[in-house]
């Protein structure tokens, strides 16, 4: 009876132990969410400053571009009011700006003058900082919010996350459409200069026997690689001629014909001398 006694005081306070375990486990992992989270939030805070110095260097030489500086503070001040809105709100805010700083960026580029701007240089070097520094931040959080949600659905750390009412942080991703898309590549214009028309293409002829034979002297539209005779042709319909190198049609090997064209050979055609034969 002792025994069985000690037994389950054992096992219950090794329940126990991994109880609290567990649950410190929980609480650690969601302040490490929160702390990561408020690194991004200073970073945003800093981009959000920038922006209003940044609009108006742009705007002393780009006044024309009217309407993309408005569309710049319209969607700074929809994300500074969504602060205490949800990662995925704050995301989806974020997102809409950062394609709006990027429209006016492009902007940029028709006004050179502008991009030799020291004060202008600074705030654009500053503001690519500031991005690069929420990126990683937005890495460091996410990896932590997808090892605390994996915690809460798995087994038994659901159960005492479902007891003590921890539930699933949201991550934070900008669904940028510009970046997320697959780059078009044309491999026809890789090498070529703008104006240069594409080397033509060659085409395949049919499997090489391993001979060389040399082209003659009016040697085209030669059959197969194959070598002419004087006095030869096909006719229409007859397949080509398949003989040996050094053999002539009609004869033996190595022999060239004697006495006259080889028989069923065509007459000569107009402007070309008779056939004569070897003497």
Do not use: C
Not at 23 to 49: A, G, M, P, T
Request: aromatic content about 8%; glycine content about 12%.
């Amino acid at each position: 009876m002792t025994f069985v006694i000690i037994a389950i005081v054992v096992i219950v306070v090794i329940l126990a132990i991994a109880l609290i375990t567990s649950y410190n486990r929980f609480v650690k992992q969601r302040n490490l969410i929160q702390e990561s989270w408020r690194q991004i939030d200073v970073e945003l805070h800093r981009r959000y400053d920038l922006i209003p110095n940044l609009v108006e260097t742009v705007r002393a030489y780009a006044a024309h571009e009217r309407h993309v500086f408005e569309e710049v503070a319209r969607l700074r001040t929809q994300a500074v009011n969504v602060q205490g809105a949800t990662p995925e709100q704050r995301a989806a805010a974020e997102g809409e700006l950062s394609g709006a700083l990027r429209q006016m960026m492009i902007s940029v580029e028709a006004y050179p003058q502008l991009q030799s701007n020291q004060n202008f240089l600074g705030l654009q070097r500053e503001l690519t900082d500031t991005e690069d520094r929420i990126a990683a931040g937005r890495r460091f959080y996410n990896a932590n919010v997808g090892d605390y949600n994996t915690r809460i659905e798995a087994f038994p750390s659901n159960l005492i996350a479902g007891g003590f009412k921890f539930e699933k942080a949201g991550y934070f991703e900008v669904k940028d459409e510009q970046v997320r898309s697959v780059p078009q590549v044309s491999f026809g214009t890789i090498g070529s200069v703008a104006g240069e028309q594409a080397p033509p293409q060659v085409q395949q002829g049919g499997p090489s026997s391993g001979q060389i034979h040399p082209q003659m002297p009016g040697d085209q539209g030669n059959h197969q690689g194959q070598p002419q005779f004087p006095g030869y042709q096909e006719q229409p319909g007859q397949p080509p001629y398949q003989g040996q190198p050094g053999q002539y049609p009609g004869q033996g090997q190595g022999q060239p014909p004697v006495g006259g064209p080889p028989a069923g050979s065509p007459a000569p055609q107009d402007g070309q001398p008779p056939f004569t034969g070897g003497q």
